[in-house]
């Protein structure tokens, strides 16, 4: 009995520790200048709080989608913002 209870726990704290995922992003949206530099201002000022900001070639495509994805509820990113930061990450990384 002791240890399901502890596998119990053990599973709620890793439930706990993966965090809400936000699935918001799927691919390319915003391609406007004055969109992509919105998503630079909201990566700047958003992602800055935790950690330094990571160069945009860190990733490709699929891998921002990944990234953003789990980094995104923490930063408390809405959907529109979400996609914003992707869009710049990803026209950054093309350049």
């Known amino acids: 009995m002791r240890k ?3 596998g119990m726990i053990l599973g709620s704290v890793f ?5 809400p995922k936000s ?3 799927t691919g390319p949206k915003y391609t406007s200048t004055e969109q992509l530099t919105q998503g630079k201002t909201i990566f700047e000022n958003s992602c800055n709080r935790c950690h330094k900001l990571p160069d945009p070639a860190k990733h490709d495509d699929q891998g921002w989608i990944k990234t953003l ?3 995104a509820p923490k930063a408390k990113l809405n959907d ?16």
Do not use: E, F, P, T
């Open 15 to 19: 439930m706990i520790s993966c965090g």
């Open 80 to 95: 529109d913002q979400h996609q914003m930061v992707y869009d710049y990450l990803i026209s950054a990384n093309k350049k």
């Open 23 to 25: 699935v918001a992003v």
């Open 4 to 6: 399901l209870i502890l």
């Open 69 to 71: 994805s789990r980094m």
